[in-house]
């Protein structure tokens, strides 16, 4: 009888483990990670915006303002003209898509990010930038396992 027990008590963990690591998303924390803007040897802080996170153990979703006015107020980014912009996840699973929004004068564009990189603007000025990301589901078609919408502005010199 003991011996039945012992095997009953290993399929239960067994089964508990497998069911935990199959409903797994990969995200961690109650948030989502710090996202830093790298221009050369220096790392930026980028203000955290908007976003949805969902664990194996909880979902929150937070509404903010938009990215111009998370950054205001905030000393932007003196960067070169061209120079490389480079942004980065503290997260092992890195977001599968990404879309960034530059904001200038009163316009809006669309920019072509590269392996989480592009090229500051050539023109002097301010810009603001929305790096808005998304952590896609691997396992289910056009679901998200949380997303975020990260802000900051850059000064070209």
Partial sequence: MKRCTEVLLWLMVILLAGCAEGNSTGMTGKKPPVAYVSI???KYETKLGSYCWETIS???CADTAGPIDLVQGEKPIEVMPGEEIFVEISLDR???EIHVSQFNNNQETTLKINKNHFKAP???G???YGYSVWWMSETEKDVSDGDA???FALEVK
């Fill in 126 to 128: 301010t810009y603001i």
């Fill in 122 to 124: 050539l023109e002097k």
């Fill in 94 to 96: 890195k977001p599968n």
């Fill in 40 to 42: 050369g040897d220096e």
């Fill in 58 to 60: 909880s979902a929150i």
């Fill in 149 to 151: 919408l990260y802000a």
